[in-house]
């Protein structure tokens, strides 16, 4: 099994030239904490006879110190290397490892369970061609290991083995398998995976991982490296559509000029006529250089250098491409995006977005939805919190050349860049246009049998806004604060990404009151007007911060009834008038002294305190931020927000 040869000793050349020309598996381990992913890693090394004595003798000692396999290897320190890691027994970075087989070489990527860490599985994922998903055989399906399956499936990896693991601790029962099975396949039947396979393991035992384990007999299947040596994967690489995106110009003398890169995808002829994107010039290919020779061909994913026969202007960043089969050039477009950093992502925050060898910045305009990793159904939201997946509208600041995901994974995907830390945010794989159209074509077609085009609901307002639609109507004294109150709230909730605006009772006295007096009954139609305005802001989707000083019940029980009493709360600002009248923002009070109008609350003629109010404030007391963090507390007790 293992890599050794008989050429070693007698032709190292022969030996070297043998190893090159054998395929390479990028493959991943992947599935929910504690399922085994490590030791499975282990498991096949060791068994494989690719573990060298020193690792050996280490791992045994770190084994009998961590205690954690009653005496036995424990294989999984193979892999995880960091102190944190074997500490809690857990991965937390994603840990390589290369081998190779008589048969074929690896690169396996060993990925962490913890949902916090799912940024890095993804990570992992992003350039394989199989994934390992391993089940716990005493738990079942979890949601990790949904999460990690639907991420696979995105990022179009074709071959999925999902290794039932520990199933010595199940007395290797056919029924718990035969149930995990059919569970798996119930939910994966929505997901694009083109290949897959079960097997049973134990991974702490080498059941079937690299050898057919004899208490399994009603196993049929091969062993897991048998697996892994043999799978298909040629016919996976994109040979049709040439996509070769320039790193790098080599100009070492006055005579040459070649165009660094790694074929994306497609191969390439000496004297095929290409054009490079995005400036739509055309050449034909007059050599193709690697380190120690000139081909007459080169195919994905080979490393090359491509001179032309024309002196054109080619950067770094640009894409050669055959004439005929040409890419998407735009600067915008939908793609499914993980996010991966505690921030959350809202729609319109500027980024910078790393595609093939180009940088650009740009934005996400629209989060369309986002994707439920257990039930795979859409839903509504206003933003993407960690670890989420959602379909976006995306708008770069300049057009890139690109083509979907699933017909091209190196020229359809992007990573997304936060501007000032620099730090990797999200990822994105632009999806099928062409299907997405259809897709849209039999939505539009469900919308038929209406009389006019579909209308969007409050609920769907509420679900794109995160938030429930209601008033927080400041009521109190002139000089109690209510405005200054109403634009905090208002600040406050812009900050937390959420979406309201202020209705202040006098600047409606600038427009639809204009005609009032100031005078109670003035006061009452005021706020009787301004209810059904703060109806409609509600009723498009937004949180409305009302300023008004609504001096008697009635008018506020009006307010209640027109708005909803569950949509509408009365939050009373009531510092003694002595501190309203020192405040006097608008002069009433020094105008009231000079010249009797009675017409001036709580001077002229008596406030109804309310009697029921959903918050009091004493504005003399507390700060402006004191009194707007008590208002965000009651709207999240009444789940507003």
């Known amino acids: 099994m293992s890599h050794q040869s008989d050429l070693i000793s007698t032709d190292i050349d022969a030996y070297l030239a043998q190893h090159e020309r054998k395929e390479l598996l990028k493959l991943l381990t992947c599935g929910s904490v504690d399922d085994g992913k490590s030791t499975l890693i282990g498991r096949l090394l060791h068994d494989s006879k690719l573990i060298y004595e020193d690792q050996l003798e280490a791992i045994k000692a770190d084994s009998i110190k961590s205690g954690t396999t009653e005496g036995e290897f424990d294989l999984s320190l193979l892999v995880d290397g960091l102190q944190a890691e074997r500490e809690q027994g857990i991965t937390i970075d ?38 390992i998903i391993l089940i716990d055989a005493r738990h079942g399906i979890l949601t990790q290991t949904r999460r990690h399956s639907f991420i696979t499936s995105l990022l179009g990896i074709k071959h999925v083995i999902v290794a039932i693991n520990k199933m010595d601790l199940v007395d290797f029962d056919k029924d718990v398998y035969d149930r995990i099975q059919q569970d798996y396949l119930d939910f994966a039947q929505n997901l694009e995976q083109t290949d897959c396979r079960f097997i049973p393991i134990s991974a702490l035992h080498g059941d079937n991982v690299v050898n057919i384990s004899d208490k399994t007999p009603w196993y049929s299947g091969d062993a897991l490296m048998t697996i892994l040596e043999n799978i298909e994967i040629a016919a996976d690489h994109n040979y049709v559509d040439l996509r070769f995106p320039v790193q790098y110009v080599n100009r070492p003398n006055l005579n040459f000029r070649g165009y660094c890169g790694t074929l994306a995808s497609g191969v390439v002829h000496k004297g095929d006529i290409v054009t490079a994107l995005p400036s739509g010039k055309t050449s034909k290919i007059k050599s193709i250089v690697t380190y120690d020779e000139e081909l007459e061909q080169a195919f994905t994913p080979m490393a090359i250098t491509l001179t032309l026969e024309d002196e054109i202007d080619i950067s770094r960043g640009d894409i050669l491409v055959h004439t005929d089969n040409m890419p998407s050039v735009q600067d915008k477009f939908e793609a499914t995006v993980v996010w991966m950093i505690d921030k959350p992502m809202f729609p319109g925050t500027q980024y910078d977005f790393k595609h093939t060898n180009k940088n650009v910045s740009g934005h996400i305009s629209t989060l369309k939805y986002k994707i439920d990793v257990n039930t795979l159904k859409e839903e509504l939201s206003p933003s993407l919190q960690l670890n989420e997946i959602g379909r976006c509208e995306i708008h770069l600041d300049q057009a890139i050349c690109f083509d979907s995901y699933k017909m091209n994974r190196n020229t359809g995907t992007f990573i997304i860049v936060d501007r000032l830390s620099n730090v990797t945010i999200g990822a994105g794989m632009i999806v099928d246009a062409q299907k997405d159209d259809q897709k849209e074509e039999t939505t539009r077609a469900a919308y038929q049998h209406r009389d006019s085009v579909s209308h969007v609901t409050r609920e769907e307002r509420a679900a794109r806004y995160g938030q429930k639609p209601v008033t927080v109507l400041f009521i109190g004294l002139s000089g109690s604060g209510k405005t200054t109150l109403a634009h905090a709230l208002e600040r406050r909730l812009f900050d937390m990404g959420r979406v309201s605006t202020v209705l202040d009772g006098k600047a409606m006295r600038l427009g639809i ?45 009006h307010a209640l009834e027109t708005i909803g009493k569950d949509n509408c709360f009365i939050v009373y600002l009531n510092p003694p008038l002595e501190i309203c009248k020192q405040r006097d923002p608008s002069g009433l009070y020094a105008a009231e002294e000079n010249v009797e109008t009675g017409t001036l609350p709580g001077v002229s003629f008596p406030y109804e305190a309310p009697e029921n109010a959903d918050l009091v404030l004493a504005t003399d007391q507390d700060s402006i931020d004191a009194c707007t963090e008590k208002v965000v507390e009651m709207l999240r007790e009444k789940e507003v927000i």
């Open 94 to 131: 994603v840990a390589y490892r290369y081998f190779s087989t008589a048969k074929r070489k690896f690169i396996i990527a060993d990925t962490p369970g913890h949902e916090q860490y799912t940024r890095n599985m993804a990570t992992g994922a992003s350039t394989c061609d199989l994934a």
């Open 513 to 557: 009151s204009k005609d009032l007096a100031h005078d109670k009954e003035g006061r009452v139609e005021n706020l009787r007007r301004s209810v059904y305005i703060a109806k409609h802001l509600n009723d498009s989707g937004l949180i409305c911060c009302g300023a008004f000083v609504a001096p008697d019940q009635e008018s506020r029980e």
